[in-house]
T-cell receptor, first 111, second 111 residues
Framework: DAGITQSPRHKVTETGTPVTLRCHQTENHRYMYWYRQDPGHGLRLIHYSYGVKDTDKGEVSDGYSVSRSKTEDFLLTLESATSSQTSVYFC??????????FGSGTQLSVL | SQQGEEDPQALSIQEGENATMNCSYKTSINNLQWYRQNSGRGLVHLILIRSNEREKHSGRLRVTLDTSKKSSSLLITASRAADTASYFCATVGGNNNDMRFGAGTRLTVKP
């Protein structure tokens, strides 16, 4: 998947616990994105990064935070997971305002 | 909210027929892209059309863009069973930093 790895691939957690998802790229791309995908909603942008320590909110950022301390890593943190955050999470990378390359996704279940 | 809205939500055709999917969006864009997603996988980029372009071709794919109507269409000619997937349009807006997706069209091509 174009040098992009998401971990873990599957995660089951309990309500109220913190969760961190990791996206790692080997392409040295500037832009990195976190999306969630839910039935009937397509992909919705959570947060994105346009460089190390440069991040911005997307359309569904409440309850999520991100960090990018290195070009290759973009972390998504759910400070206190809720059942509404059960979803499939996709990381994507891009060299510019052009095509995105997607990871394989992380299935997160919050019980 | 999502930028793009695909129509129809689901489409079922016979192998060999053409499939047309439409996308409408709300604000000005720099480019519009189409992606494909096979079940359980990440999205794969198909084609990009810039705001100053009206039509683009790639193999069996033809994309049109009408910025006055804020709409785009994706035509897949001579469809194959392997084209069965979900198709999403995505728009890149004025700040060039974030990409928003629609809810997708589920295409089923029957052999």
């Amino acid at each position: 998947d174009a040098g992009i790895t998401q971990s873990p691939r599957h995660k089951v957690t309990e309500t109220g616990t913190p969760v961190t998802l990791r996206c790692h790229q080997t392409e040295n791309h500037r832009y990195m994105y976190w999306y969630r995908q839910d039935p009937g909603h397509g992909l919705r942008l959570i947060h994105y990064s346009y460089g190390v320590k440069d991040t911005d909110k997307g359309e569904v950022s409440d309850g999520y935070s991100v960090s990018r301390s290195k070009t290759e890593d973009f972390l998504l943190t759910l400070e206190s997971a809720t059942s509404s955050q059960t979803s499939v999470y996709f990381c994507a990378i891009s060299g510019g305002p052009a095509e995105l390359f997607f990871g394989s996704g992380t299935q997160l279940s919050v019980l | 909210s999502q930028q793009g809205e695909e129509d129809p939500q689901a489409l079922s055709i016979q192998e060999g027929e053409n499939a047309t999917m439409n996308c409408s969006y709300k604000t000005s864009i720099n480019n519009l892209q189409w992606y494909r997603q096979n079940s359980g996988r990440g999205l794969v980029h198909l084609i990009l059309i810039r705001s100053n372009e009206r039509e683009k071709h790639s193999g069996r794919l033809r994309v049109t863009l009408d910025t006055s109507k804020k709409s785009s269409s994706l035509l897949i000619t001579a469809s194959r069973a392997a084209d069965t997937a979900s198709y999403f349009c995505a728009t890149v807006g004025g700040n060039n930093n974030d990409m928003r997706f629609g809810a997708g069209t589920r295409l089923t091509v029957k052999p």
